[in-house]
């Protein structure tokens, strides 16, 4: 009987060592597949960077002033309006910055200014944009912030 109790009793260890392996292995394949997927939607992040350059542009050089070159604008930034529904039905949100001050764990700081009129770490302007994925940072801001 205490043989038998002794071999049931190293089956059982074997097993839980063995649910546990598999465990482990599990979640780290998890793991890996979230950051898989994180660098997919960063290369969608890097094609919405391409077409808010391209609005800026258009704006400071006044090409939407033309009739004609607003309407093929407005087709052109509707493939931009695709890409944000995609990006929002997988939960990726453009990070906000309460009181528009700069959060360290969401933001690169590029650069800093003095400015009197405003207090320190308040964000002068966002040089490119951050974003969350289901509530984990996928890209930090780029900000430029006030240091007196």
Request: hydrophobic share 40%; charged share 35%.
């Amino acid at each position: 009987m205490s043989n038998v109790k002794s071999i049931i009793e190293s089956r059982i260890t074997e097993l839980s060592q063995s649910n546990l392996t598999l465990r482990n292995e599990n979640e780290a394949l998890i793991k890996q597949q979230d950051q898989q997927i994180d660098e997919i939607f960063n290369e969608f992040l890097n094609v919405l960077d391409t077409f808010v350059r391209a609005e800026e542009i258009i704006r400071e050089r006044e090409l939407d002033k033309d009739e004609n070159a607003k309407m093929a604008i407005n087709r052109l930034l509707n493939a931009k309006k695709k890409l944000l529904n995609v990006l929002e039905k997988y939960n990726v949100k453009q990070i906000d910055f309460p009181d528009n001050v700069a959060i360290d764990e969401l933001c690169a700081v590029t650069d800093i200014e003095p400015d009197a009129s405003r207090k320190t770490g308040e964000i002068i302007s966002i040089e490119k944009q951050g974003y969350t994925r289901q509530d984990h940072l996928l890209r930090p801001a780029e900000v430029i912030i006030v240091r007196n």
